[in-house]
């Protein structure tokens, strides 16, 4: 993308959706400078709708002079229909499973090649898990994100295994062989499981979410995240499958007019 008039035109809207993306990850505020090397903008361009975003209340900017997206926006992202119907839907049992396991309990649903993390539930460990709500999850290094790609179609698979594969702990497996043999097992036993690949100190388990109840769709991941070898398992195992299955069951009786095909 280009914000200097050489190369592809790119519209308003392209511009505004590129420093909106601009903030991903746990990163809340950003400089010009950092917007201006997430965007391939120059610092003119990119200093002009930032400021055309603040007087719009779509952006704010603190006295330091960084920016923030506004509560607007958060209003019109909490009316996005696919991610709330899932979050109302396994808010129930999200919250069982807490209280069962008392771990961090997440839920996460497919964006484009990562997972979108929809709700957590946390309490006080000694280690904290990487990741907000509203935030991204690679798919190849998070329980979460193992389990919607094993699931996936086979060209997203195909995809991400042709990729780099960053490396977040010497733990995180990249390479393209291992991860493939991972997702095999995954298919398999029919749960993920991601000990410390992408945060030191912390073990992931997950189990898909289907729409309808089938496994032809995957829509959504569930997880509990623990200390490394603080808990046995089974017992999350015996948690965690019923739960999603009962996410799936709540999903197929809903009467959908927004099919969850990704975001």
Request: hydrophobic residues 40%; proline residues 6%; glycine residues 8%.
């Amino acid at each position: 993308m280009t914000g200097n008039g050489k190369g592809p035109r790119t519209s308003a809207a392209g511009k505004a959706m590129s420093i909106f993306r601009a903030f991903t990850g746990d990163q809340l505020e950003l400089t010009l400078r950092e917007v201006c090397d997430r965007t391939n903008m120059t610092s003119s361009t990119a200093h002009r709708w930032l400021q055309d975003l603040v007087a719009h209340g779509a952006l704010v900017q603190s006295p330091s002079g960084r920016y923030s997206l506004s509560k607007l926006m958060w209003e019109i992202g909490t009316r996005c229909p696919r991610a709330s119907i899932m979050r109302e839907v396994a808010m129930p049992f999200l919250q069982n499973l807490y209280h069962i396991t008392r771990g961090h309990v997440l839920l996460a649903m497919p964006a484009g090649d990562e997972a979108l993390l929809v709700e957590r539930l946390s309490k006080s460990l000694p280690v904290k898990p990487v990741g907000r709500v509203g935030g991204r999850l690679p798919l190849h290094a998070t329980g979460v994100g193992k389990a919607i790609l094993a699931y996936s179609p086979a060209d997203v698979r195909k995809r991400i295994l042709s990729r780099n594969l960053t490396a977040y702990t010497c733990h995180t497996i990249t390479s393209p062989q291992r991860l493939r043999e991972d997702l095999a097992g995954i298919r398999e036993r029919g749960y993920a499981t991601c000990h410390q690949e992408r945060q030191l100190g912390v073990d992931s388990y997950a189990f898909p979410v289907f729409e309808y109840g089938t496994e032809s769709v995957v829509v959504a991941a569930v997880s509990v995240l623990v200390e490394v070898r603080s808990r046995e398992p089974d017992g999350l195992l015996d948690a965690l499958r019923p739960a999603a299955l009962q996410i799936s069951r709540a999903l197929r009786k809903l009467p959908l007019h927004h099919p969850f095909d990704g975001l």
